[in-house]
């Protein structure tokens, strides 16, 4: 079969094929300066960020020759002597180039005490003038006589590391090397995850109850009336999150108008205000009014679509109000219901600023404490093992809201 | 409300109890945002409402702690922060944005859902990561404790809601249009700017309002990015609730309160002259 030839000779296919190339050049063109921005300035950080949770070079790169001397020691017995010596020296290098602190610091995380006991022997090993380092160093401190300490040397000097991410699930590894639980007052990220899990679960269900009706009345409205409550929902929308928080502290607290309404109805009596900020409650309270039109606008835009007809039409089939209601109108709304508790719970699972400003100690979530690591205790690898764990959550949801729902979908507005 | 003849006196108590309901949740929503507004007129430093104020008597409400927002120049240095920040991060999300979503809805575009995904994903992932992340990014380059890093950071958050609000704009556009300008004799930059220029401009500026309100609210990148000479309102604020908790706060919300109005009024209009002009009647 001869192919079609255009006017200037080429084959019809390849002309196609040319101008749809073209066009393509150019429509990805467009895309490319954001695509590649978000990329630099934004995918990039994340993942290098990411990687602190494996890279561990602390002492890999400040006490090279002795991390690379302890690779080869069998850890029953005492390391040699030659051993000794190199960390003294290593020691001193690093106390010239300041990274005294850093080192003491990364052990320090591992084992607590060791902190001490690294500044000790530097101070100490400047003065020492004699060669028997192994002698002098258990004198120091007699932790260096022991071999669990060296074993902690061996483990933490390893420059990639999965220990990041068994802190982050309350697991550590043991002398021995076997892998077993934290100590009970140390066992604390499980708790939190499960935490931020069931908040993020309770708002959106909470949210998803104060929705449904809301979203029902909406859409059934005329539009005049509809698109006047609608700007209700928008409200809070529009208005910083630091204000609505900031009312809600207003409203909750012990002297606050609501405690003081319920005092004035003889509700509770003047001792028995209640406390419902700074604790887990307030969270809860606050999250579910600032992502409740999260939850209303994917819920008003599918039932706005439904045809009223359906629930005529089951209802003069003889179903009763409910039951058609159940049967038939429900089950139409499922998008609106999936894409609406999908937001909720993405946004709620990585929650910060209102968490921290009313949560108390018992409305701590995930991400406050990787704001913990990240800004206070200087634990990076452990806030980015959290953060790791964090975000693969989330994309999982992400993938499936764009699966079931489709990203290109999502309205605002 | 008139009701159905058949509808029995359950029927009516289902309905009323429904409407209640909903009165509930509109106050749920809209009350903790408007009580703080006669609160910020408070004489006395309290966060509830005194026996004066509910008689209203007029010595019970002044303006003393508006005052106070005018006597401390940390405010007025932090706003024009806020300002400068939202708009250049706003100015830049836009640009980039509204081309990003320009190549994005045509169907040629290689790649499209995986490359919207990446774009949408400032939106998605946590704001506690993306500042982590950028916390290291923009102190290896030097940006770190500037206000131009600080724009940079919040341009990139700002993008999805750009990308989110002109795409949808585009899905209605009629492509003939573009093509009878064409045919008429316009080249293509003639037939961009006014033809697919005006048509796409309602949902480029709700974008970037979208992207200004973002920024201008943020609080965690900033927390993370910003030093003190980078102070914004919502960092002001932060550092108001956590450590001196006064009324002075309840002003500041109240004038975000009402500048957050004017920007829901304004994305509501260009809404609404979007959907007549595109032909879908409201009413």
Redesign the interface.
């Known amino acids: 079969m001869t192919s079609i030839l255009t006017a200037d000779g080429t084959p019809l296919k390849d002309s196609l094929y040319k101008a749809?190339k073209g066009?393509?050049v150019?429509?990805?063109?467009?895309?490319?300066?954001?695509?590649l921005?978000?990329?630099v300035?934004?995918?990039?950080?994340?993942?290098?960020?990411?990687f602190?949770s494996v890279d561990n070079p602390v002492l890999a790169k400040n006490l090279p020759l002795t991390i690379e001397k302890l690779q080869k020691w069998e850890g029953t017995n005492l390391p040699d002597q030659e051993t000794f010596t190199l960390v003294a020296k290593e020691l001193l290098i690093a106390r010239e180039n300041s990274k005294v602190g850093k080192i003491a610091a990364r052990l320090n995380f591992e084992a607590g005490g060791m902190r001490s006991m690294i500044n000790k022997t530097v101070r100490k090993v400047r003065k020492y003038k004699g060669n028997d380092y192994k002698k002098a160093l258990i004198q120091f401190d007699k932790r260096w006589g022991k071999v669990v300490t060296w074993k902690v040397l061996k483990r933490i000097g390893q420059r990639y590391t999965g220990v990041q991410y068994l802190a982050a699930l309350d697991l550590k590894v043991n002398a021995d090397n076997t892998i077993g639980f934290q100590s009970e007052d140390r066992r604390i990220y499980v708790k939190i995850f499960l935490r931020t899990i069931w908040v993020s679960f309770l708002v959106t269900i909470f949210c998803l109850i104060?929705?449904y009706?809301?979203s029902f009345?909406l859409a059934t409205l005329p539009?005049?009336i509809s698109?006047l409550?609608l700007?209700?929902?928008?409200?809070?929308f529009?208005?910083?999150?630091?204000?609505?928080?900031?009312?809600?502290?207003?409203?909750l607290?012990r002297?606050?108008?609501v405690n003081?309404i319920l005092v004035a109805l003889n509700i509770i009596s003047e001792d028995g205000r209640i406390q419902m900020i700074y604790n887990q409650t307030g969270t809860l309270i606050a999250m579910t009014?600032i992502l409740?039109?999260f939850m209303i606008l994917p819920l008003y835009s599918v039932m706005k679509t439904i045809s009223p007809s359906y629930m005529r039409a089951a209802r003069s089939l003889g179903a009763s109000?409910l039951k058609a209601f159940v049967r038939v109108y429900m089950p139409q709304t499922t998008p609106g219901i999936g894409a609406g508790c999908l937001l909720v719970f993405?946004l709620s699972?990585?929650?910060?600023?209102t968490p921290a400003?009313v949560g108390g100690r018992s409305g701590q979530l995930i991400?406050n404490f990787?704001?913990y690591h990240?800004?206070s205790s200087l634990n990076w690898g452990l806030?980015?093992a959290l953060?790791t764990i964090?975000?693969f959550a989330?994309?999982i949801l992400?993938y499936l809201y764009?699966k079931i729902i489709g990203?290109?979908k999502?309205?605002?507005? | 409300m008139v009701f159905p003849p058949h509808l029995g006196i359950g029927g009516k108590i289902a309905h009323y109890s429904f409407i209640l309901f909903c009165g509930f949740v509109f106050v749920f929503l809209v009350a903790p945002i408007l009580v703080i507004i006669p609160l910020s007129f408070n004489a006395e430093p309290y966060f509830t409402f005194t026996e004066g104020m509910i008689s209203f008597e007029p010595e019970a409400y002044s303006i003393r702690w508006y005052a106070d927002i005018a006597k401390n120049p940390q405010w007025a240095f932090s706003a024009a922060n806020s300002i400068i920040v939202a708009t250049c991060s706003t100015f830049l999300a836009t640009l980039l944005g509204t081309l990003a979503a320009l190549g994005l809805s045509q169907s040629h575009m290689p790649y499209k859902s995986a490359v919207m995904g990446v774009l949408i994903s400032p939106m998605i992932v946590p704001l506690i990561i993306s500042a982590a992340g950028m916390f290291f990014f923009y102190s290896n380059i030097g940006l770190a404790q500037t206000l131009p890093g600080l724009i940079l950071a919040h341009a990139v958050l700002g993008t999805p809601f750009v990308v989110i609000t002109v795409t949808a704009t585009l899905t209605g556009f009629d492509h003939s249009l573009t093509r009878a300008s064409q045919s008429l004799g316009a080249d293509s930059r003639k037939t961009f700017f006014k033809i697919q220029m005006p048509l796409i401009l309602p949902g480029v500026i709700s974008g970037a309002l979208f992207a200004f309100i973002t920024s201008f609210d943020e609080v965690v990148i900033v927390f993370f990015l910003a030093g003190f000479e980078q102070r914004t309102i919502p960092r002001q604020m932060w550092a108001g609730i956590r450590e001196q908790i006064s009324p002075t706060i309840l002003a500041v919300a109240t004038i975000l309160v009402v500048v957050s109005i004017l920007l829901l009024t304004t994305v509501e209009l260009l809404r609404r002259r979007n959907e007549r002009l595109r032909g879908i009647s409201t009413s």
């Open positions: 749809e066009r393509r150019k429509a990805f063109l467009l895309v490319a300066p954001l695509l921005f978000v990329l300035s934004f995918v990039f950080p994340i993942f290098e960020m990411l602190r104060l929705a009706p809301v009345l539009l005049r698109n409550l700007i209700m929902v928008l409200l809070p529009w208005t910083s999150l630091l204000v609505r928080t900031t009312s809600w502290i207003v409203l607290q002297n606050g108008v003081d009014q409740l039109p109000p993405i699972i990585g929650y910060y600023i400003l991400s990787i704001a990240m800004k806030a980015a953060g964090l975000l989330v994309l992400y764009n990203i290109d999502m309205k605002l507005g």
